[in-house]
């Protein structure tokens, strides 16, 4: 892997585990049930992303 590509991989992992914070503090604050589901369901879905990409190095 060139250092460029593994820059990539290191922003990528940067960006999803900002995102996944993100995500886990909205939702404890998110009151409905209905939001509180679609915010669980991206976490899981950036969560899998992070760990592609973790897998690649």
């Known amino acids: ?3 460029k ?3 990539y991989i290191e922003d ?3 960006h999803e ?3 996944i ?3 886990q ?3 404890g604050k998110l009151s409905d049930n209905e939001l509180k589901t679609f915010a ?3 976490l899981d879905r950036h969560n899998q992303t992070f760990n592609m990409f973790l897998q690649l190095l």
């Open 12 to 14: 990528a992992l940067s």
């Open 5 to 7: 590509e593994l820059m």
């Open 17 to 19: 585990k900002f995102l």
């Open 25 to 27: 503090n909205a939702i």
């Open 40 to 42: 669980q369901q991206q």
């Open 1 to 3: 892997m060139s250092p």
């Open 21 to 23: 914070t993100q995500y």
